[in-house]
């Protein structure tokens, strides 16, 4: 389990990026991270990936996580973690010497599906591909916990709904993915739970189960929760209409 | 690009050391070549005849190795060029920090630097002792100044 207590994160000693988080997720969860723009979901994500410092506790299994234990958690970007000028074989036998729990069978099985050439220094791929490495990197590190930010920027539909159905197949049952998107209508089918964040703090907790058995949906909850004034946009319109 | 600025600059290392040769070779070290001198001695004068001495050593090797410190230079820039490059295009260090050895980062970083460097530490001690040898038992007896010794830092001056 992933514990976060009271999780705290000032840029610059003034910004405050995080302000006193409480959250934990156990193993076997697909968590969907929303939040508008400089909430603070990359820098919650970087934080317990020990990327950025930070103040509060975040632990792992009860232990701190270190050097010892990171490798039970992998981390997809929008920013790109491949090496750029490895190809995908090269990805797989660093990862093969690096990561014990390297998952080589579902990285041949998904680099094929997704036809990569595997013999091709990953920045010569489109960026479409170089997306599709960082994801498949990302979920056969053979992490207990899968942090994906962002992921699908720069993805197709067909490629994103592949994407999803993948997700829900390969994964195991002991697998946890913590996932930032702006997607919410398209993940919703994917998560099981939701977590809102806005100027750093968390604002909203529900598995998306309770929200369908309210009869609501996910995308009605997130703008219920934020606040979000459907006729605002007419409203506007309106006013500049009656200016001119 | 690096790397080839590091075998161009080490073979330009080895030639610019070869100035030695040639300094050498103007002392004509082989031969026995005199001069006369004239000395008081014992209420008159007298013409005595005394071997000419070559140059010191320190003279000859002066700057012979100034590239060595260049070497050294560029090989700290391909060394931040490396780190750099786990930044840039891609965040690829996000990978390192995941790494159960700490070292891994800074072993891919530095092994080639401080090889290169070794490499060029090891060629100037290889041609400076050549240099040495030369110097000592290819001169005349008598040719070489009394108290030669070498001072390493001039080697490198420019």
Redesign the interface.
Known sequence: MVELKNVRKKYNGQVDALTGIDLSFGQGEIIGLFGENGAGKTTLMKCILGLLGYKGEILLDGEPITRKNIARLSFGTCEHSFFPKMTLAEHAEFYAKHFPKFRQTRYQGLAEFFELPLDRPVRTLSTGQQNQVEVILALCQGADYIFLDEPFVGHDIFNREDFYKLLLGVLEPTETVFLSTHLIEEVEGLIDRAVMIRKGTIIGDVKVEEIEEQGSTLVEYVKQLYGYKSDRVSQSLAKFGSTE | MIALALAFGLLWMAATSTAFLSRYRNQSPDENIYREVDTFWNGRWTTTREPVKIASLNSLMEGVFRLLPLQVLLAAVLAGMNYLSFYY???????M??????W?LHRRCLAFPIFWILVCVAVCVILGSIYCHMYFHNTVPGRIPDGVSLNIWRTLAW
């Open positions: 295009p891609t965040r690829s260090i996000y990978v920090k995941r790494l159960r050895s700490r891994e």
